[in-house]
């Protein structure tokens, strides 16, 4: 069984950039969530993609987009970078249910994304 | 609101003593509560759920945790800690009805050999 994974493991950018991060869930999970943690916090969640499409979203402005592909893979994108999005980014995976199941999320080992 | 709150920042113990990394939430309707930790530069790892039933969990590396509605309430224990176990720890919530794990702040553990 192949745990979840993420690309790049870390990145440098500058204000007003855009980043892709990318995320393979788990052999058999349905379900990608992304987070962001910020240094010294507990993560945050950004949103969900189930079956390709956007399934909860958190208290994040609209620059950060995400997709997930067929074979469940997912990525995250953010535009015009800003200082504070220096973080870490992590994905999950997991398999819901119809009616959204006990689902316990899975974590990759984060891109930690630094914004100059 | 959801919210889950971590008191202590930083938790010391020594080898081979019980261990209780605090926990409590606030969340409408019967939550699901989950511990995870944090290595250094690594992601989360699960250690254990709480969905229903016996409001004792076992979880994985020896871990288990309590579940107390009444205190809203899900402390993370050890019988005997370990130096291994030394990490930053966290506990959240999944609302029902809600996708989302909403995070504590994290505790630090640091067991002294």
């Known amino acids: 069984e192949t745990g979840v994974t993420q690309s790049p493991t870390h990145l440098i950018k500058t204000r007003g950039q855009q980043v892709t991060l990318r995320c393979s869930s788990q052999?058999?999970?349905?379900?990608v969530s992304w987070y962001q943690q910020a240094l010294g916090q507990g993560p945050q969640f950004i949103f969900q993609?189930?079956?390709?499409?956007?399934?909860g979203r958190g208290n994040f402005p609209p620059r950060f987009s995400g997709l997930q592909f067929p074979n469940y893979s997912s990525e995250l994108n953010v535009n015009a970078l800003e200082l504070d999005d220096s973080a870490l980014y992590l994905c999950?995976?997991?398999?819901?249910?119809?009616?959204?199941?006990?689902?316990?999320?899975?974590f990759g080992p984060g891109t930690r994304l630094t914004v100059l | 609101a959801q919210s889950v709150a971590q008191p202590e920042d930083q938790v010391n113990v020594a080898e081979g003593n019980p261990l209780t990394v605090k926990c409590t939430y606030s969340?409408?309707?019967?939550?699901?509560l989950f511990w995870y930790v944090q290595y250094p530069n690594r992601g989360l790892q699960f250690l254990l759920k709480?969905?229903?039933?016996?409001?004792l969990v076992k979880g994985s590396y020896g871990f288990e945790a309590e579940f107390n509605k009444s205190q809203t309430s899900f402390h993370l224990k050890k019988p005997s800690a370990l130096v291994s176990d030394s990490a930053l720890y966290f506990c959240?919530?999944?609302?029902?009805?809600?996708?989302?794990?909403?995070f504590g702040t994290g505790t630090r553990l640091l067991v002294s050999p």
């Open positions: 969340v409408s309707g019967n939550p699901y």
């Open positions: 052999s058999g999970h349905n379900t």
């Open positions: 999950a995976s997991s398999l819901a249910g119809l009616a959204g199941g006990t689902d316990t999320q899975y």
């Open positions: 993609y189930y079956r390709e499409e956007e399934n």
């Open positions: 959240a919530v999944r609302p029902l009805g809600f996708q989302k794990l909403v």
């Open positions: 709480y969905i229903t039933g016996d409001n």
